[in-house]
């Protein structure tokens, strides 16, 4: 029988080697989307398409990204962490080399959908695998220090990117995304441990899988911290999908400028997210949710002033570091508190998490540039309403109330 890992805190080398594993299967969504964003201009060069359908890429991904959750995370829950794990790492091997050679803009947004798909699989069994082995106040925790690693994915990936189209063209970065599968592929196969114990593992199919998110969706409070931190995922695909056309068409950026800005935001994510962990020990986490909406709203109103009167880069900047950085908080925190509900079919749980915020994402990125390249407007309005509408469902079932 397959040798089921449990924490040593004594071990605190083999903590640390999972706390990188694990965190760097979390950023394969910011991978995916961020390294190759200095190069969406490029890409519709290339391909000879409009704005609208390069941001369909990021559409399709996001897709992938959210239905590959929903696929694998109940999958997981039945067979265990490391088999699905081993055989997705390998699709998103190939769906990566393969978007590099694609002949037009329609095979490059399947691709990016199969890419999207397969990299589900390494965000939703980490998330799962950090809840099998913890919980309370540990878990959050530990989300915060994989923060550290899936945090350095939006800041080095878009200056990794921005780097690598100085010298060679844009199917260079799909190329090292590749390459990062395989490594990823490496990494898993000799040094992740399965993490969910035998008894644990759900049974039931397909029926099952049907049975346990109607469970979900039927707990109310499960429900509205899965929608909140849901809308703040999804302002933040508004402004990955919008950033690239507002600062180098109209704020006039260079790529590696570009970069440098998202690193900037990635370096506020981290941040909020250690902030947060440090203070889960002192108050309530849904206090640190709380007051993390606020910020992020304060940052979206300032955004909406600034767009309306064309204000400078540096107010626009700081706008969007309020918004983006506040990323980091809620979801430390929403998700220790909404899989701290949750003793089994925890892969399934992870996967309704994932799946509400790529949905959200891939339903504006072709919105935010509804009004042509040379519009902030609806970015900006869509960052805004994304903000409020968290906060209502933050309220509407009592979050604020919840101790764990």
């Known amino acids: 029988m397959e040798k089921i890992y449990k924490p040593d805190e004594k071990n605190v080398m083999m903590r640390v080697w999972l706390i990188l594993i694990l965190g760097s299967l979390t950023a394969f ?226 790529e590696f400028q570009f970069s440098l800005f998202f690193a900037l935001n990635g370096i506020g994510i981290i941040l909020a997210a250690q902030v947060a962990g440090h203070l889960s020990s002192r108050m309530a986490e849904s206090k640190i949710l709380q007051l993390s909406l606020y910020v992020a709203l304060t940052g979206a109103l300032l955004l909406c002033y600034t767009v309306w009167t064309e204000g400078s880069l540096t107010l626009l900047a700081l706008s969007l570091f309020l918004i983006i950085s506040c990323v980091g908080s809620v979801s430390t925190t929403g998700f220790s508190i909404a899989m701290n509900l949750q003793e089994r079919d925890v892969g399934s749980a992870s996967a309704f998490l994932g799946l509400l915020p790529h949905i959200g994402g891939a339903i504006v990125s072709p919105l935010v540039g509804i009004m042509g390249e040379m519009s902030a407007i609806p970015m900006a309005i869509i960052i805004l309403a994304c903000t409020i509408f968290a906060l209502i469902t933050f309220y509407i079932a009592g979050i604020q109330k919840i101790v764990i």
């Not at 550290?148 to 939006?154: D, K, M, Q, T, Y």
Request: proline content about 5%; overall charge positive.
């Open 29 to 254: 969504g910011p991978l995916s989307m961020d390294m190759y964003l200095p190069a969406l201009p490029e890409i519709g060069s290339d391909l000879g398409t409009s704005t609208s359908l390069v941001q369909m890429s990021l559409t399709a991904c996001l897709l992938g990204l959210g239905f590959g959750q929903i696929v694998f995370g109940p999958y997981s829950d039945v067979h265990g962490r490391r088999k699905p794990l081993l055989f997705t790492l390998i699709g998103y091997a190939l769906a990566s080399f393969l978007s590099a050679f694609s002949p037009n803009i329609y095979v490059f947004i399947v691709l990016r959908f199969i890419q999207g798909f397969t990299g589900a699989a390494g965000i939703v069994i980490a998330r799962a695998s950090a809840r099998d082995m913890y919980s309370g106040k540990e878990l959050t925790k530990f989300v915060a220090l994989l923060s550290l690693v899936n945090g350095a994915a939006p800041i080095l990936a878009p200056i990794f990117g921005g780097f690598i189209l100085q010298f060679i063209p844009w199917q260079g970065i799909f190329h090292v995304l590749g390459l990062i599968g395989l490594l990823m592929l490496i990494g898993v196969f000799f040094g992740l441990p399965e993490t969910l114990h035998h008894e644990k593992r759900s049974t039931g199919g397909v029926f099952g899988v049907i049975k346990t998110f109607g469970k979900l969706m039927r707990d109310r409070t499960f429900l509205s911290i899965s929608l909140t931190q849901g809308f703040i995922m999804t302002a933040m695909f508004a402004y990955i999908a919008g950033s690239p056309f507002v600062l180098q068409k109209i704020y006039g950026v260079t």
